[in-house]
Nanobody
Framework: QVQLVESGGGLVQAGGSLTLSCAAS????????MGWSRQAPGKQRELVAS???????NYADSVKDRFTISRDNAKNTVSLQMNSLKPEDTAVYYC?????????WGQGTQVTVSS
């Protein structure tokens, strides 16, 4: 059974920072891609950032230059450093991992940015 557990969400003022962390556990071979998506109320889930096992990073245009994704392949963890947060970043953030042709999701962590 594979589990992804996120942590680090919370309430922050606009302009502030938060770091989200996610740990994958269970019977896991090499994880190809790890990433973060988010879903705001009334909106579709969108990709925020992803990183391959080789370190290639991809970001949504809305978070470029503000968010940084990193991972530890040995520990099967992925983090998202979020700086200069804006109210429009408010959403539930989900960790995901792709391996063996399947995708796995965490339960989500709430990030709220007040103006």
């Amino acid at each position: 059974q594979v589990q992804l557990v996120e942590s680090g969400g919370g309430l922050v003022q606009a302009g502030g920072s938060l770091t989200l962390s996610c740990a994958a556990s269970g019977s896991i071979p090499s994880i190809n891609v790890m990433g973060w998506s988010r879903q705001a109320p009334g909106k579709q889930r969108e990709l925020v950032a992803s990183i391959t096992s080789g370190g290639f990073r991809n970001y949504a245009d809305s978070v470029k230059d503000r968010f940084t994704i990193s991972r530890d392949n040995a520990k099967n963890t992925v983090s998202l450093q979020m700086n200069s947060l804006k109210p429009e970043d408010t959403a539930v953030y989900y960790c995901n991992a792709q391996f063996s042709g399947l995708g796995y999701w965490g339960q989500g962590t709430q990030v709220t940015v007040s103006s």
